[in-house]
Nanobody, 124 residues
Framework: QVQLVESGGGLVQAGGSLRLSCAASGRTFSRYAMGWFRQAPGKEREFVAKISRSGSSIYYTDSVKGRFTISRDNAKNTVYLQMNSLKPEDTAVYYC?????????????????WGQGTQVTVSS
């Protein structure tokens, strides 16, 4: 069992930055690939970024490439999402998720555990 708790969301103006954190419980964090997803009102949950167990493999959705950076610290059981140059269309609830497979997936249903989400609002 893995419990995930996101933090770091908030209200920011367009062009600003936020850093999301996702803290995992237990001593098996390094056995999971981690992903960040987001869900805007009235829309389906969409993939944002994923990072492999070791951190050696990273993948982003096109809309955030060059602006967002995913990273992890296995010693701290934490995965991060640094978000720069934020746009109003980035407004959503952001979720982290854990996938027991080595590199993770872009498909939400393939993840094993989810956090409760953190709201990110970008004003224009």
């Amino acid at each position: 069992q893995v419990q995930l708790v996101e933090s770091g969301g908030g209200l920011v103006q367009a062009g600003g930055s936020l850093r999301l954190s996702c803290a995992a419980s237990g001593r098996t964090f390094s056995r999971y690939a981690m992903g960040w997803f987001r869900q805007a009102p009235g829309k389906e949950r969409e993939f944002v970024a994923k990072i492999s167990r070791s951190g050696s493999s990273i993948y982003y959705t096109d809309s955030v490439k060059g602006r967002f950076t995913i990273s992890r610290d296995n010693a701290k059981n934490t995965v991060y999402l640094q978000m720069n140059s934020l746009k109003p269309e980035d407004t959503a609830v952001y979720y982290c998720a854990a996938d027991s497979r080595p590199t993770g997936s872009i498909i939400p249903s393939l993840y094993d555990y989810w956090g409760q989400g953190t709201q990110v609002t970008v004003s224009s």
